[in-house]
C-alpha cells in the first residue's frame, strides 16, 4: 500500500492573547533589529514596492486610466501582508539561529505554507480587485459622469468642485473599510502560516479571533503601520 503524506495541524484552536503597547513596541524593536541584521537582502527585495508604484504612475500616466492611480498605489498594501510572507521567514530563521540569507524570502512558497499562502493570497488578491472595482464605481457616479479628470486638471478637479468632493470623502471612507477587512483577516494569518502548520482557515479564524480581543492595540497598530507607509511612500513610493 502506497502511504499518503500527512500534513500537520493543531488539534486544538489556537490560543489569543492580549495585545498591549509594550507588545507593539516590542515587535517594532525587534523588526528593526531584523532590519539592522539582514539590511542588504531587505533592501535588494524591498525595491520591487516602488517599481510597482512606479508602474502604477506610468499607467496613470494616460487620462483614462488617472482616476485609478491613487487606488492602485493605496492598494498595493492589501496585497503587502503576501509580499511580507518572505520576510517572516527570514525573521523565523534568524531568530532560530539558522541561515537567513535573502534567498530564503521563497521558502514559504516551497515548504508546507505554499498551500495556505496561495489561498490567503488570493483572498488578499480579490480584495485588492474589490477595491480598485469600487474606486473606479464611485468615480463613475460621481466625477467621471460629467467631468472626467485628466492629468492636467486633476487636482483642481478634487478639489474645487462638488462631484470631485464627493469623490474624495466617499472613495476615502471606503477604502478605510477595505484597510480595516484587510487587517482583520491578515493580521495574524500570513504570520502565523509561516510560523507553523495551520490551514488557512484556522490562520484567518485566529486572525479574527485576535482582533476581536484587542480592538485597541490593533488600531494602534494599524495607524503605526500606514504613518510608515506614509513616510516610506514618500521618495517616490
Request: without cysteine; charged residues 15%; proline residues 6%.
Amino acid at each position: 500500500m502506497s502511504s499518503i503524506p500527512v500534513t500537520l495541524r493543531p488539534t486544538t484552536t489556537p490560543g489569543v492573547r492580549r495585545i498591549t503597547g509594550a507588545d507593539i513596541n516590542w515587535a517594532l524593536s525587534q523588526g528593526w533589529k531584523d532590519f539592522n541584521a539582514k539590511r542588504g537582502d531587505v533592501l535588494v527585495l524591498a525595491v520591487l514596492y516602488p517599481v510597482l508604484g512606479l508602474l502604477a504612475a506610468v499607467i496613470a500616466l494616460d487620462d483614462r486610466f488617472l482616476p485609478v492611480f491613487f487606488p492602485l498605489v493605496a492598494g498595493l498594501s492589501v496585497m503587502g501582508p503576501a509580499v511580507a510572507a518572505g520576510y517572516y521567514e527570514i525573521a523565523r530563521r534568524r531568530e532560530a539561529g539558522i541561515d537567513s540569507s535573502w534567498f530564503h524570502f521563497l521558502d514559504p512558497l516551497n515548504g508546507r505554507s505554499r498551500a495556505p499562502l496561495f489561498v490567503l493570497t488570493l483572498m488578499s488578491l480579490t480584495l485588492f480587485v474589490a477595491w480598485v472595482s469600487a474606486a473606479w464605481i464611485i468615480y463613475e457616479v460621481t466625477l467621471g459622469r460629467e467631468n472626467p479628470m485628466t492629468l492636467a486638471g486633476g487636482v483642481q478637479q478634487l478639489f474645487s468642485t462638488r462631484a470631485g468632493l464627493t469623490m474624495v470623502v466617499v472613495g476615502n471612507l471606503v477604502g478605510a473599510g477595505f484597510a480595516v477587512v484587510t487587517v482583520v483577516l491578515t493580521l495574524v494569518s500570513f504570520p502565523m502560516i509561516v510560523d507553523r502548520p495551520v490551514d488557512a482557515g484556522t490562520a484567518v479564524g485566529t486572525s479574527i479571533r485576535a482582533v476581536g480581543r484587542n480592538p485597541v492595540g490593533v488600531l494602534s497598530w494599524g495607524l503605526r503601520v500606514a504613518g510608515l507607509l506614509i513616510l516610506g511612500s514618500l521618495p517616490l513610493f
